[in-house]
């Protein structure tokens, strides 16, 4: 794939949220790969996770590293650009293009911070509905790991008639407390952080250390003990003794120290509070009553995907969901790959995802 | 999960299987095959109007079934049908899995929670060509149907026809049609009947809970 680029929608009317709050000046960053066809139902969207970005294929112009799900998007691979019209944007309340926390609020002129309001899965489909539509697609195919496959799960209730196809990978129809609780842990960390300053910090030092312990918690999550063991084992780090200080001692206390400062360089801490809220709340069991209940309208045919040593989005969450969508008669499918990465999974075993995938889609 | 071979795939016998029990599901019911496969029955039946949903443990087969459009979920069913309902499938479709199963009592009573009808497929280990073959060359029985050595077999219960009409006594559940066939045909003379243990290949039986 060659160059892309990030480009931008305006919504001139405000969104009216979950909460009861309005948005007002929303703008969407996105990016598209291949071409809407002439009856424009040959769209996929593509629903990132927490922390990721519009960018999910190709490279911008001097950039070393294609997109986050370069993997799976281009021509021939899972998502195929040469028979589908790939659509990325950033999510509501990201830091990537998209109206977030850190955007001007137009009606003080200074960035919203946690004036922002409160945000649920639902508001971000409602703001991604909206760029659908501008791009006149009529028929589509909904997408995403994680967080993103609750998005793909909210698509499908929310516009049963649009939605052809759901593909939920390492995903869940709500969290457990487990997870919610890592999350919390995330959040505290940030809110606890000296330079917070109630989340108005866009003028003076970040609470760099709060975002890099929350994205160490996040980091470990995503992982799992076989795959930690593999990559670090009991390791030091650079050395073969202990320094008998608090520095950094092991391998894999370096590993996090690296990923929670190279995450601080490009995420902001309010998103994080913000996003992490949303999929807390997401749960559409509640929401309609009754897992059963939430399907019972549905028309997509789904497709399922877990990985069998994702601890922190497991299986049996999966299936779950599976089952509720099974009993009411849907055209379900289910695979659980077998693979040691934990739940990270899901970005890296693109080989067997994209087997399966492209034979879920090719019929289409 | 299905244990035939590609040689048997591309026999009569086993097209043969899958029209007979596409020709007993009726258009519009709701079919769960388990041990689908590679999906060819479930299309059959798919192509006829009828519902269906698969279940296979291979991720090769999972694949196959997804390029034919069908509904296939990953699972053991050795581990049982816990997540379905009592009556929920009109039909619930065993074909030449049950041999290879771990647990096929349980697999049956589980299919006859699940289903309304159960349909049953297997080899029958009595056929005369398989007796012949322990008595006089006294090892393991090969054929057609069963392709593989006593040690590589997927096959680890087998049974008879007479077998499986005990097992329906003892179980309490009535077997309300059986298709006999051999040599890719179904065989349905006097002589057959009454020989039927000895000279059937293989055998579909049609059963509900008493």
Same mark, same amino acid.
């Given at each position: #794939? ?69 993997? #799976? ?17 950033? #999510? ?135 795959? #930690? ?136 | ?32 095959? $388990? ?99 322990? $008595? ?75």
């Amino acid at each position: #794939m060659n160059y892309v680029e990030t480009k931008y929608f305006k919504i001139n009317e405000p969104i009216s949220l979950e909460s009861g709050r309005e948005l007002k000046n929303v703008e969407v960053a996105y990016e598209t790969y291949g071409e809407l066809n002439k009856d424009c139902d040959n769209a996929i969207l593509l629903l990132h996770a927490l922390t990721g970005d519009a960018h999910a294929a190709g490279y911008h112009e001097g950039d070393k590293k294609p997109g986050w799900w370069d993997d #799976m998007v281009g021509s021939g691979k899972a998502f195929d650009t040469d028979k589908y019209f790939v659509i990325c944007s950033n #999510m509501l309340g990201g830091c990537k293009g998209t109206t977030g926390p850190n955007s001007i609020n137009p009606d003080t002129g200074k960035e919203y911070g946690l004036t922002f309001p409160v945000i649920t899965i639902e508001d971000v489909v409602r703001v991604q509905k909206k760029l659908i539509d501008f791009l006149g697609v009529k028929k589509l195919t909904v997408a995403g790991g994680s967080m993103g496959g609750m998005q793909a799960l909210e698509w499908a209730l929310a516009y049963p008639d649009m939605v052809s196809h759901v593909i939920v990978i390492a995903s869940t129809p709500r969290l457990s407390a487990q997870s919610i609780a890592f999350n919390a842990v995330g959040r505290n960390a940030i809110l606890s952080d000296p330079n917070f300053n109630n989340g108005d910090y866009y003028h003076g030092e970040k609470p760099e250390k709060g975002l890099a312990i929350a994205r160490m918690v996040g980091h470990i999550t995503y992982l799992c003990e076989e795959a #930690m063991h593999e990559k670090f084992a009991r390791r030091f780090q650079d050395k073969d003794s202990p320094n008998f200080n608090f520095d950094i001692d092991f391998e894999v206390e370096s590993y996090l120290a690296h990923q929670g400062q190279t995450f601080v360089d490009r995420f902001d801490a309010n998103s994080y509070l913000y996003i992490t809220k949303a999929v807390d709340y997401f749960d559409i069991a509640k929401k309609y009553g009754s897992l059963e209940k939430a399907f019972e309208n549905t028309k997509s045919k789904y497709l399922v995907i877990s990985f069998s040593s994702d601890w922190l989005f497991p299986s049996s969450q999966s299936k779950e969901l599976v089952n509720a969508l099974m009993r009411n008669k849907k055209d379900v499918s289910y695979c659980e790959i077998q693979s040691p990465c934990g739940h990270d999974a899901f970005l890296l075993e693109y080989e067997t995802q994209t087997k399966i995938i492209r034979s879920f889609l090719c019929l289409q | 999960m299905s244990p035939v071979n590609d040689h048997y795939i591309k026999s009569k016998g086993l097209h043969l299987n899958y029209s007979i029990i596409t020709d007993m599901v009726e258009t519009g019911a709701t079919v769960l095959d $388990l041990g689908c496969g590679d999906g060819t029955l479930m299309k059959m039946l798919k192509d006829k109007g009828v519902f269906v949903s698969g279940i296979d443990i291979s991720e090769d087969n999972i694949v196959k079934c997804l390029e034919k459009g069908l509904p296939v979920i990953q699972g053991d069913i050795d581990e049982g049908l816990h997540e379905y309902p009592e009556k929920s499938y009109d039909y619930v479709i065993l074909n030449q899995t049950l041999q290879s199963t771990e647990k096929p009592d349980y697999v049956i009573k589980e299919m006859l929670r699940v289903g309304k009808k159960i349909v049953v497929s297997f080899p029958n280990f009595a056929y005369w060509r398989v007796r012949f073959y322990l $008595l006089f060359n006294g090892k393991m029985p090969k054929s057609k149907i069963l392709p593989f050595e006593w040690f590589n077999t997927p096959n680890i219960h087998l049974l008879t026809i007479k077998d499986f009409y005990e097992f329906a006594r003892d179980n309490d559940f009535k077997i309300e049609s059986k298709l006999s066939m051999t040599k890719a045909k179904i065989r349905k003379s006097l002589f057959h009947r009454i020989f039927d243990n000895l000279f059937t290949e293989e055998v579909i039986f049609l059963c509900t809970k008493i």
